[in-house]
């Protein structure tokens, strides 16, 4: 197996320590049957990302995290990237412009979707109309908005085809974080809007029972959550396909911070993934880079360690460099950073050497701050296969110190 097995907690490529520290913590809280952790590890609030928690009846709210079903979705177009080169510039500043990029941000495009009216909407409102209109409200009026931090719409170029793809990665935004903070605030006996004293990153997971009736609502609402978050990422698609003016005959549509009921071993569990892509047998994935990276879809192995795994693997590169590292802190009122280690023009460098048109992002979502893909990639080789690489040609993120509290 290519795993180590560190004090009960399996473990996929190089351990960092911080990490792992919090996915020894998972393992000892609450009905615990196994915590692993993928190749692009690192510390998250409760559960560490890229963190896996096999639980016998329970569901964690914090483990799910604040972005539930932040996910990805890669589509094939019948362009090749020669029909798009000469005029990308144009197309990246048509796709930042109609996209809505960042914190708290609002649709320009209202979007009326089938989903407003799923029966989940009951959960919010057995817990009062106040909430159910709030949250419903909020849901409307940001769905198909992309947000910020890690999230993006990229455009990719097939290696060995030249067919371009179109990539985003975002989640359930405003919705899903109220949602989680809500039933994180029931759980702790407060309002549900109420507002949550300040939390450690290293504090345990908060566990449900999946029979309680707290537990089944929070079950309710984190799937139509995930649905939103498919909705969202669906719009995006095909506003960013109208613009290339292109049809797609692929698709490949994954998330990975949810809670799954699944059957292993003949048992039937439930397993919370953060930042950790399913990879059943069969089953494809998109993987995406950083934005001086290859991204890749995979396909999950029916293999022994792939069982090991909880049919589990990575969701991306992996942070090596914290955003204040990276970006330096911010002075709110200047609007100014200090004591950044990367500076603007290295990252535009780097993009720019790998032949990237970029717009937005900030030195926090550089290159620089990830591990290289494959490096991780390598660490799963018995697990999942690469089915196709993809190069971006075209990077589109919120602008530089936008921070978003519902990225993974």
């Known amino acids: 197996m290519a795993y180590q097995n560190i004090e009960g907690v399996r473990v996929w490529g190089q351990p960092q320590e911080d990490a792992l520290m919090q996915a020894k913590m998972c393992a000892r809280t ?23 928690v096999v639980y016998d009846g329970q569901i964690s709210p914090s483990g799910v995290g604040y972005d539930i079903a932040c996910g990805n979705k890669a589509v094939r177009t019948n362009l090749h990237v020669e029909d798009v080169k000469p005029g990308l510039a144009q197309l990246m500043d048509q796709i930042s412009r109609h996209i809505s990029f960042g914190v708290g941000r609002v649709n320009q495009i209202k979007v009326d979707h089938e989903l407003f009216d799923d029966p989940d909407w009951k959960v919010y409102e057995a817990i009062g109309r106040k909430e159910h209109d709030q949250l419903k409200t909020l849901a409307r009026n940001q769905l198909g908005t992309v947000g910020s931090g890690n999230h993006f719409v990229d455009l990719f170029e097939e290696v060995g085809t030249g067919r371009v793809w179109v ?4 989640g359930s935004r405003g919705f899903g974080h ?5 039933f994180l605030n029931l759980a702790a006996g407060r309002d549900f809007l109420g507002k949550a004293p300040g939390e450690s990153m290293d504090q345990p997971p908060v566990l449900l029972e999946l029979s309680s009736e707290l537990g089944e609502m929070y079950y309710r609402a984190m799937k139509l959550a995930g649905r939103y978050a498919y ?19 692929f698709e490949v549509h994954n998330h990975h911070n949810f809670a799954w009921k699944e059957t292993h071993g003949g048992k039937d569990v439930i397993v919370v993934r953060k930042g950790a892509t399913p990879s ?9 880079g950083s934005m001086g990276d290859i991204s890749v879809i995979v396909r999950g192995k029916d293999s022994a360690e792939n069982r090991e795994s909880y049919y589990s693997t990575v969701h991306g590169a992996g942070r090596i460099m914290s955003r204040t590292q990276a970006a330096g802190k911010m002075n709110w009122k200047t609007r100014s950073r200090s004591g950044g280690q990367i500076s603007t023009r290295q990252m535009l460098d780097a993009v720019r050497d790998f032949g990237v048109e970029l ?16 490096e991780v990639l390598e660490a799963h080789t018995e697990t999942i296969e ?22 993974d």
């Not at 969202?232 to 003016?245: A, K, N, Q």
């Open 231 to 249: 909705a969202g990422r669906d719009f995006v698609t095909r506003e960013v396909l109208s613009i290339l003016g292109a049809e797609s005959d």
């Open 178 to 182: 109220k949602t989680a903070s809500g």
């Open 30 to 52: 609450g009905n615990v049957i196994q915590a692993l952790l993928m190749a692009d590890h690192h510390k998250g609030y409760s559960q560490p990302i890229g963190g896996v």
């Open 359 to 374: 717009r937005g992002a900030g030195t926090d979502e550089s290159p620089f701050v990830y591990r290289k893909l494959q």
């Open 386 to 407: 690469v089915l196709h690489v993809l190069k971006p040609i075209g990077v589109c993120m919120a602008g530089a110190d936008e921070f978003d509290p519902y990225k």
């Open 167 to 170: 990539g985003n990665h975002f």
């Open 280 to 288: 059943a047998p069969g089953q494809l994935g998109f993987i995406g």
